[in-house]
């Protein structure tokens, strides 16, 4: 599908393509050129409504559709996902900026989502359980529960989108999705694929918008969505929380992080700098499970810094579809302006600069947000960059001299998403994935998330699970049953 899609028909409702009621626009914009490369229908309240009703109808008959026959449209929507994988690719880069190699592992990540997903519809089963009584019967099923609205961000648009329809759509549960403004046309491309895949009408649809108040209140306010599954920030999962109270919906919430990397003497420090500077400018720092700030003991930090700084200098950055790009351009405006304020409040408070900072003019076409990647030395817990989601390629370094000080550092934060370690002490990893209080932990590894394990934070970071067989449970409702068998004397 070409990025400039018709503004007239980009809402999917009821197996249907349509504008929304008022006529209504909004553009898309290239990051890394600020150009308009798209225009998506602005719904309003009253396509949220359409999108809901058409959704409640498809649930009976989706719900009651064989496992294996929903496993089945979503082994095929993999397989167009994976048919069109370069299309898909050019348009991430497209719209949010990434760099070609990060786009093309969206993608075939988005696939994975689908096809365990895809495996798993079929091995979704209760249990029978011991009775107390001879003439009793006890057991469990699962069934699905209901309509879902998945509310999905701008940085891995299509990889978060798979992540919550795949086990919806397995579990038996028709979708509603807003994708982000800023990267609706992924979304878009999928819902058409979908069409091609023939998932029945109504049970995927799309609701693109700008007014996002008014579309999501319709939801919130409905008894008959049952679940809404959000990644974004904390802020935002917080308020959906409390609008979820009224009608008691389920909740799944990714939200923001602030991954530490504890990295201790005994670590190799070569092979630990290539997986920081990986981790920390994907995507230019825009995700939220990415290294935040490096923790390192004071005995090797120096020697640590020198292998970092000598990484991060060789980094290109450049528009995304020049396949040397390793940095992209920040989504917006306000995004670079967030990163200024924290580099510059940490430089006033004492950190020290040791590369990066500044934000780079790069040839035409390429007007958008570019930043060096930086790297700060000596951070201090007061400074913002210590406590708050950077969300760009901005690498805070501080030191510990025990154990036990880098995982009370790495805990004194309100987010609990992902933290990294470093070490050969087997005994250490160990004490590390007890002590850290994180939703996963990876010891001498960055690349944490698969579909076959479960992902989700702690504290401030969200509630809930997606991937594995916990993340479909997210979509289930578990119902027990108790059966007194007749007296055979009444059948006498």
């Not at 009584?133 to 798979?162: E, F, H, S």
């Not at 919806?168 to 994708?179: N, S, T």
Request: aromatic share 6%; hydrophobic share 40%; with cysteine.
């Amino acid at each position: 599908m070409p990025a400039h899609s018709s503004p007239s028909n980009t809402l999917f409702i009821a197996g249907a393509w349509m504008s929304s009621a008022s006529g209504r626009i909004f553009p898309v914009k290239d990051p890394a050129t600020l150009e308009v490369i798209g225009e998506c229908a602005d719904a309003d309240g009253s396509g949220a409504s359409a999108a809901l009703e058409a959704a409640y109808a498809a649930f009976t008959e989706w719900s009651k559709l064989p496992a294996d026959r929903r496993a089945n449209k979503l082994h095929r929507l993999a397989q167009l996902v994976e048919r069109d994988q370069a299309a898909l690719a050019d348009l991430l880069i497209a719209e949010s900026g990434k760099p070609r190699r990060d786009a093309v592992g969206e993608v075939s990540s988005s696939v994975s989502y689908l096809r365990w997903n895809a495996e798993e519809a079929i091995r979704i089963h209760g249990r029978t359980l011991a009775a107390p009584r001879p003439n009793l019967r006890l057991w469990t099923q699962k069934q699905p529960v209901g309509v879902v609205v998945a509310i999905t961000p701008w940085n891995y648009p299509l990889n978060t989108l798979c992540r919550k329809i795949a086990p919806a759509l397995a579990a038996g549960c028709p979708v509603i999705v807003k994708p982000a403004m800023q990267t609706p046309l992924s979304a878009l491309a999928l819902m058409r694929l979908a069409e091609e895949a023939e998932i029945p009408a109504g049970v995927l649809s799309l609701v693109t918008t700008s007014q996002i108040e008014e579309t999501v209140r319709v939801w919130m306010d409905d008894p008959r969505v049952r679940k809404i599954a959000f990644t974004g920030s904390t802020a935002v999962g917080k308020r959906l929380v409390r609008e979820s109270a009224a009608t008691l919906k389920r909740v799944s919430l990714e939200l923001g992080g602030h991954a530490p990397a504890l990295v201790f003497d005994d670590a190799c420090l070569e092979s630990t700098a290539d997986a920081i500077v990986q981790s920390r400018f994907r995507h230019a720092g825009q995700t939220c499970i990415c290294v935040q700030r490096v923790v390192v003991h004071e005995s090797v930090a120096e020697e640590l810094l020198f292998e970092l700084q000598k990484r991060i200098e060789k980094l290109k950055v450049g528009n995304g579809s020049d396949p040397q790009t390793d940095i992209g351009p920040l989504i917006h405006e306000q995004a670079w302006l967030r990163v200024r304020s924290h580099v510059e409040d940490a430089l006033s408070k004492g950190a020290t600069l040791r590369c990066g900072g500044r934000r780079l003019e790069l040839a035409d076409p390429n007007r958008g947000y570019f930043c060096q990647p930086t790297l700060l030395d000596s951070v201090l817990p007061g400074m913002r960059v210590m406590q708050e989601e950077t969300f760009g390629p901005v690498l805070a370094i501080s030191r510990f001299s025990t154990e036990a000080q880098a995982i009370a550092e790495a805990n004194a934060t309100a987010y609990g998403l992902v933290a990294y370690a470093f070490t050969r002490d087997l005994g250490r990893a160990h004490r590390l994935v007890e002590g850290l209080e994180f939703g996963t932990v990876g010891i001498n590894e960055t690349g944490i998330v698969s579909p076959h394990l479960p992902f989700g934070g702690m504290k401030d970071s969200g509630v809930g699970k997606e991937n594995g067989s916990e993340g479909i449970d997210e979509y289930l409702e578990l119902k027990s049953a108790v059966v007194r068998l007749p007296d055979e004397r009444a059948f006498q």
